[in-house]
């Protein structure tokens, strides 16, 4: 099993749809979570950090399920500009060490 | 003001050469990291430095050394290239707060491009 799993999609949406896109991982002593984005021959920049109450910024909501082990994006209202790979990123203890989800490409179409 | 900025951000040489990759950082992070994404876009750590110290290296070809001079450089030296290498490459940047079992959010560079032909 990866240590950080996704949908690589891609996701084909329409302007104003909601999208939700899940990521699940292997270790249960993860401490961090974020989702990242990262546009077509750009560096992945932070989208939001992942909190275990969750967490909302604008259109983006993001959930975490300790239990089950995994975390949600869900994009409200999608706009052209959301077009992107979306990166479920987790930090594990002891080292600094961050592991990236291969990502979930995301089209939002007019 | 770039944050994390890398030199060359494109690279394309021939098989067996050595070249390097310099990345700089003037956000006054302690930790620089180095990733590779491949073709499939996997982006996978390479190396991790925190204090100019080493704290995470990967299963990497030791063909593939990093030097950090100072906290705000981290560069990556690749000895004989092999078509596989090609890639590209991320430097990035983040605050300490693993003390505390936390990571931060990590500023990534621009990426330099490397085509081995």
């Known amino acids: 099993r990866k240590e950080v799993e996704q949908d690589p999609g891609p996701f084909n949406v329409p302007e104003g749809a909601t999208v939700a896109f899940n990521c699940t991982y292997s270790n249960s002593a993860s401490q961090s979570f974020f989702w990242y984005r990262q546009d077509c021959r750009k560096e992945p920049k932070l989208l939001m950090s992942?909190?275990?109450s969750g967490n909302e910024d604008g259109r983006f909501t993001a959930q975490l399920n300790r239990a089950s082990q995994y975390i949600s994006l869900l994009i409200r209202d999608s706009k052209l500009s959301d077009s992107a790979t979306y990166l479920c990123?987790?930090?594990?203890?002891?080292?600094?060490?961050?592991?990236f989800g291969a990502g979930t490409r995301l089209f939002v179409k007019a | 003001d770039t944050a994390v900025s890398q030199t060359p951000k494109y690279l394309v040489t021939q098989m067996g050469n050595d070249k390097s990759i310099k990345c700089e950082q003037n956000?006054?992070?302690?930790?620089m990291y180095w990733y590779k994404q491949d073709s499939k876009k996997f982006l996978k750590i390479m190396f991790s430095?925190?204090?100019?110290?080493?704290?995470i290296n990967e299963t990497v070809p030791n063909r593939f050394s990093p030097k950090s001079p100072d906290k705000a450089h981290l560069n990556l030296h690749i000895n004989s290239l092999e078509l596989g290498d090609s890639a590209v490459y991320f430097c990035a940047s983040s605050q300490d707060r693993e003390i505390r079992g936390l990571s931060d959010e990590q500023f990534f560079g621009p990426g330099t491009r490397l085509t081995v032909l």
């Open positions: 990123v987790v930090g594990n203890t002891g080292g600094f060490k961050t592991i």
């Open positions: 992942v909190y275990s």
């Open positions: 430095y925190n204090n100019k110290e080493l704290i």
């Open positions: 956000l006054g992070h302690d930790t």
